[in-house]
């Protein structure tokens, strides 16, 4: 009951004039006698009690939230003690947790009746078990930091006892012993086919040597100059020109006849085939040596040179028969200018895989373009698709042409300003040919009909494949390139009308180009 009139004081002193429970007035005179029952010490000691529950009751939050330490904190080898330790933690913990509550339970009862005085019962304190506890995880944690700063030490104490211990097992597992004599036997073996080796290079050196000497005996360079003739008759079918060995080695001098007399007035096209043949021969005689072929580099720089396309095609066959069909090199170089005899090297015989052993990429053919870049450099690139899977040179007038109309005046190159009139003039010739091929028509009257009589365009055109391809009359104008933009602007005339008057002949071409 005296709880019940201490709620009721708070609910409604200074607050209600009547009765909260039962609505009648509240006696004038209540309060002085409440006030009276319920002293001044008593709610003073009243609030003693709630301040003492408060505070316990923070404790044991306080207690829940107090140990924060992990197992993954410490190192592994102190883990046992650390699960002992937050075993009895845990259970310490929980008896404190049991005590405070039966604490807060006996205050709760004695705030009730807060004028009868009460015993306070037996109540287990764990304090020192926590204080002891505690004292243990900092012990722990010491522990820990110690091992910490010495744990450079003791990793390399590990190694070096995991070093032995792995050592030790290998000795086992090999038998050591065992094996010490067979190494020693291997040695003295070893000495032994050393020795052997030596005597074999010794002798390997007295046979070159003796090789050599029979070969300079029995060389006989006039067999070279047959070999030329043979190659100049079967490939080329100069049966006048010929190759004659005169005294004796290793003073033997060739001279070239015609028709049994000295050809004294040789056309560039002659030269070039006596000396290409001179070098066949040669190469014949170094690809025999069937230990050293596979490291012979063969590099073939252009040999056409005012030749007709009868002879630029035996040139091809002589490579072929000669060098490309038997496959005795390392490596085989061939650049050319000549797009015929671009056209006969995409036949070449190629091996399906590089000569040199230690090498063996999966493509063992490649097509490179030297382009200049201005008048002292040049640069070294891989050709481009139209050049490595076509065979004809309409495709790679349309690229040229297609590049000038497609490149700013800082862009195009001497290489195409130089080349831009004959470029233009051989393409649109096959070009123009094919659609109009009536024989009544000329390059100007197909110009005409192709371009609709747009005068202009058409002036232009004529004067670059006139005045800049046939010289004629025009010939001081052709010692000076085409001004470039005029270049560019012929060339975007012709590929744009190209692309509006026949768009599918437009679209292979570009696809043939296209890299």
């Known amino acids: 009951m005296q709880e019940w009139v201490r709620q009721g004081i708070d609910k409604h002193k200074g607050k209600r004039e009547t009765c909260g429970f039962c609505g009648n007035p509240i006696p004038a005179g209540l309060w002085d006698k409440l006030d009276a029952h319920f002293s001044k010490e008593s709610e003073e000691l009243r609030k003693v009690l709630k301040a003492q529950i408060q505070t316990l009751e923070t404790a044991k939050q306080n207690l829940d939230d107090f140990l924060n330490l992990e197992k993954e ?11 002992a330790l937050i075993k009895t933690w845990t259970a310490t913990s929980k008896a404190y947790s049991k005590s405070i509550d039966k604490l807060i339970a006996q205050i709760k009862e004695r705030e009730k009746d807060i004028f009868k005085e009460k015993v306070l019962g037996e109540i ?22 110690l091992k910490t700063s010495t744990l ?184 050319t200018h000549n797009l015929d005899f671009l056209k006969y090297l995409k036949q070449l015989t190629i091996p399906k895989e590089k ?8 493509n063992s053919l490649n097509h490179f373009l030297i ?49 831009f009139g004959n470029n233009m003039r051989k393409f649109l010739e096959a070009y123009l040919f094919y659609k109009y091929p009536s024989h009544n028509f000329s ?6 009909k192709f371009f609709e009589n747009d005068t202009i365009t058409i002036n232009l ?4 494949v006139h005045e800049y391809s046939h010289l004629g009359e025009h010939f001081d104008r052709g010692l000076e390139p085409i001004d470039v933009d005029a270049i560019s602007k012929i060339a975007k005339a012709v590929i744009s009308k190209i692309e509006t008057s026949d768009p599918n002949q437009y679209s292979a071409l570009m696809e043939s180009i296209s890299d």
């Open 124 to 145: 287990k304190d764990e304090s020192e078990n926590i204080l002891e506890l505690l004292k243990a995880f900092n012990l722990l944690i010491e522990e820990h930091n």
């Open 73 to 83: 904190m410490f190192y592994a080898s102190i883990n046992s003690k650390y699960d």
């Open 152 to 335: 450079s030490k003791d990793q390399q104490a590990a190694r070096s006892d995991l070093r032995i211990s792995e050592v030790a097992k290998f000795i086992k597992d090999i038998d050591y012993k065992k094996k010490l004599e067979e190494i020693e036997l291997l040695f003295k073996n070893a000495t032994v086919v050393e020795q052997e080796k030596n005597n074999m290079q010794i002798k390997i050196k007295l046979l070159n040597e003796e090789k050599r000497t029979l070969e300079a005996q029995a060389k006989d360079e006039s067999k070279g100059a047959e070999l030329v003739n043979q190659h100049l008759t079967h490939f080329f079918g100069h049966d006048e020109l010929k190759l004659v060995a005169e005294g004796e080695s290793p003073n033997m001098k060739f001279k070239i006849t015609r028709d049994n007399v000295d050809a004294n007035n040789l056309s560039e096209g002659e030269c070039s085939l006596i000396s290409f043949c001179y070098f066949i021969a040669r190469m014949e005689d170094e690809m025999k040596d069937d230990l050293n072929n596979n490291k012979l580099i063969i590099y073939i720089d252009d040999p056409i040179s005012s030749l007709d396309s009868n002879h630029i095609f035996f040139m091809f066959s002589l490579i072929e028969s000669i060098i490309a069909k038997p496959k005795k090199y390392g490596q085989l170089f061939i650049s």
């Open 371 to 419: 382009e200049r870049t201005n008048k002292t450099t040049a640069q070294l690139k891989l050709a481009p698709d139209y050049l490595k899977n076509y065979i004809t040179e309409f495709n790679y007038l349309f690229n040229q042409i297609y590049k000038c109309s497609n490149s700013d005046k800082a862009t195009i190159g001497h290489s195409y300003q130089y080349n």
């Open 355 to 362: 000569a040199f052993p230690e090498s063996k990429p999966k």
């Open 443 to 448: 390059l100007d009257q197909r110009l005409d």
């Open 461 to 464: 055109i004529n004067r670059v």
